[in-house]
């Protein structure tokens, strides 16, 4: 059974950091995208960063570039994003997600067909 505990989340000033992590257990070797995504008050979910678990590719959305990290431990049970220069508009409940669905839009796919965390909530105001 998947299970993804996210931690890290909290209310940080516009430029600030977090660092999120999440706890992953009971993925199979067709789980093939692990990732983050993310909702926001009135949004649809978005699909922030994944890693391709077979090669280690990342992708990012254009919103989050430059200034999201995406990483692993080397065991690959724990999953981080370094979020860095962060704005009020990264404001949202992200989620730690996984899926085994395949396609060309990973972001996409976890978003939409991704099972998630309980999330944890990131606040950016001054």
């Known amino acids: 059974q998947v299970q993804l505990v996210e931690s890290g989340g909290g209310l940080v000033q516009p430029g600030g950091s977090l660092r999120l992590s999440c706890s992953v257990s009971?993925?199979?070797?067709?789980?093939?995208?692990l990732g983050w995504v993310r909702q926001a008050p009135g949004k649809a979910r978005e699909g922030v960063s994944c890693?391709?678990?077979?090669?280690?590719?990342?992708h990012y959305a254009d919103s989050v570039k430059g200034r999201f990290s995406i990483s692993r431990n080397y065991a690959g049970n724990t999953l981080y994003l370094q979020m860095d220069n962060l704005q009020a508009e990264d404001t949202a409940i992200y989620y730690c997600?996984?899926?085994?669905?395949?396609?060309?839009?990973?972001?996409?796919?976890?978003?939409?067909?991704?099972?998630w965390g309980q999330g944890t909530q990131v606040t950016v105001s001054s």
């Open positions: 890693i391709m678990r077979g090669d280690g590719s990342t």
């Open positions: 997600a996984t899926t085994r669905a395949k396609g060309l839009a990973p972001l996409e796919l976890i978003s939409d067909f991704g099972s």
């Open positions: 009971g993925l199979s070797r067709d789980h093939y995208i």
